[in-house]
């Protein structure tokens, strides 16, 4: 990515030259201006944050928190957002952060300063945290939530319909011809997990099926151990699940380790299928069917929001409630049930 002094350079001219003509001071000749505008278009250099930040002493930098960053969602989302900040110009920073701590405030003061953000993107579980929203507001910095469980007056949230993705999962098992249908569910805190159980449940009962009960729906709390305990709960009872639809893509892998202790085969003698289409869901054998969640198309939507909301001429823009759409990505872990 070009930067000023690439301008300066290209154009001939001093960094302070440059900066001038971005904040269309007069005592610039018009022929060097000229060079100066050229030598941008040339780079495919945009001006508009650099000129702000020399402006205005506010960092290009934009800030993500997070609480867990062994999990492959974060590792995928980390990805995306960096990818998407560096195609507008910005880059991501990143920090440790535990809301229930007694030193949270101090952890957020000491991110703040140290990176001099102004702009932060709460993901979950911080995202859904109305006592960080109601600090970062005072402060004057600008936010976005990545996946709330519930719009915040005043703030623009960025998510997906985890509700219809999950039913659609649940639809694609029901037309294979599964009629016993097992789910590991997330963290029940969160609101995702709420939703993706919900929809899984209604594209079960609008087939004319009972509800599932205990022995088939069981909490993996988003972790691999608790998943595949949960897994092998369903898989050794007496009338087990001819498919398991696991809330994410790591506990969907516990679920294949799961199988392959009882001695079952996926998808012969049980299908898989999982949530957030991260790396493991391509990699493993057989690759996994999943819920592609569109990281890299909210990434790009936080970071134009945030872009929108630095540039605006009011303090805070209105929110924007932007729903991105998902995909079901159809891989070989399941097919039609043996019997």
């Known amino acids: 990515m070009p ?8 154009a001939g001219v001093s960094i302070k ?6 904040n269309n001071q007069t005592n610039v000749k018009e022929t060097t201006r000229e060079r100066v505008h050229l030598a941008m278009e040339q780079l495919d250099y945009s001006p508009s944050d650099a000129a702000r930040q020399l402006r205005t ?7 993500m928190l997070y609480s867990d960053p062994s999990s492959g969602y974060q590792s995928r989302l980390n990805h995306a957002m960096m990818q998407a900040c560096s195609d507008a110009g910005r880059y991501l920073v990143v920090g440790l ?3 229930h701590g007694g030193s949270w405030q101090q952890q957020l003061e000491a991110f703040i300063e140290r990176t001099k953000v102004n702009n932060i993107i709460l993901v979950p579980p911080m995202c859904d945290s109305s006592i960080l929203q109601e600090y970062l507001f005072n402060r004057g910095i600008q936010f976005v939530l990545m996946s709330p469980s519930h719009t915040a007056p005043k703030v623009s949230s960025v998510s997906m319909d985890d509700q219809m993705a999950a039913r659609e999962m649940t639809q694609h098992l029901l037309d294979q011809g599964h009629k016993r249908i097992g789910h590991i569910a997330g963290d029940p805190a969160h609101i995702a997990s709420f939703l993706r159980r919900r929809g899984y449940e209604e594209a079960i009962v609008s087939m004319g099926l009972p509800r599932p009960g205990n022995d088939l729906v069981i909490d993996g709390q988003f972790d691999f151990r608790r ?4 897994a092998e709960t369903m898989l050794s009872g007496d009338n087990p699940p001819t498919a398991i639809f696991a809330a994410s893509d790591d506990m969907a892998a516990a679920a294949y380790m799961a199988a392959g202790r009882l001695g079952l085969a996926v998808p012969d003698d049980v299908s898989v299928v999982g949530f957030d289409n991260i790396s493991i869901a391509g990699t493993i054998w057989p690759s996994l ?8 198309d909210m990434a790009a939507e ?5 872009r929108n909301a630095s540039s605006d001429d009011s303090s805070r823009p209105a929110p924007e409630l932007v729903v991105v759409p998902h995909k079901i990505i159809v891989r070989s872990s399941c097919t039609a049930p043996a019997n």
């Open 57 to 63: 002493g506010k960092s290009l930098a934009i800030g």
């Open 97 to 99: 952060f535990e809301e």
């Open 3 to 10: 930067t000023i002094i690439d301008v300066a350079k290209k």
């Open 17 to 22: 030259t440059v900066s001038r003509v971005m």
């Open 289 to 296: 069917t999943t819920v592609a969640q569109p990281f890299d």
């Open 302 to 306: 936080c970071i134009r929001i945030l």
């Open 227 to 230: 998943a595949l305990a949960a």
